[in-house]
């Protein structure tokens, strides 16, 4: 039945996809995965290429530009949501490909209202995925949240007034897209005397993947685009 799948195929360790994930996967006729410029390799592709028949499945790189100018990315959106659409209807499956889970800081959102609103009649089905939150937890074994705690998660490119109010008053605290920031942040964590309760986790799930949990070691590192930090800040 044709239709659009948007399938999180987790982050970065092709044994964290799901069964679901991988049968979706191999059925589908169209593959698209983002990439945010054309020369970077895709990490969802990547996860995803063992259980790929490229000789049978059409495999679209759709850029989406890392902007916040709301014009470009719109067009880019719409052009990825018009090739996805033409395919659905001339019979075809597609799998929108996303790293962790599609409906956690994912381009599949945008991609989502977009059917919503301009395609109602194809249908879209949602495959979960497992997040670099919880991947990442599970490499530092570290609890995200028990009992009646609470966590809270900010991209850390939204502000450190956020961070700074939230480090106040939090018991577990999720930074994501530190890269930015990561030096504002560290110095943020000393000033507070948080320094000692953060885990960084870069590229978690993955053969380069990087867990720190010295403050030193923190300060010597530079983080790139798939690393994010948990601090406890309860423990
Ligand atoms: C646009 S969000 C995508 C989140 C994704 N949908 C998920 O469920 O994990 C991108 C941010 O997620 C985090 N991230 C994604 N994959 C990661 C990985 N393999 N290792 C560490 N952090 C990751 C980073 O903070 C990155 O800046």
Redesign the pocket.
Known sequence: MPRLYAV?VG??DPELMTRKAERVLRSADVIMAPVSNPQEASVALATAREVLDETRQEIILHQFPMTSDKSRLLQAWHEAAALIAARIEAGQVVAFI????PL???TFIYLLRIFQASYPRIPVDIVP?I???NA?AAQAMVPLVEGDERMLVIPATGGLDRIRVALADCETLVL???KPVYAEILELLRQTGREQAAIF??????DRQIVLTDPDDMARHKPD????MIIRCSS
Request: glycine share 18%; net charge neutral; hydrophobic share 30%.
């Open positions: 999180g982050p970065g996303t790293i962790g889970d956690f800081y994912s995925g997040s670099s939150i990442s994501l897209k530190v986790v870069e590229r978690v799930g993955s685009y798939l690393s994010l």
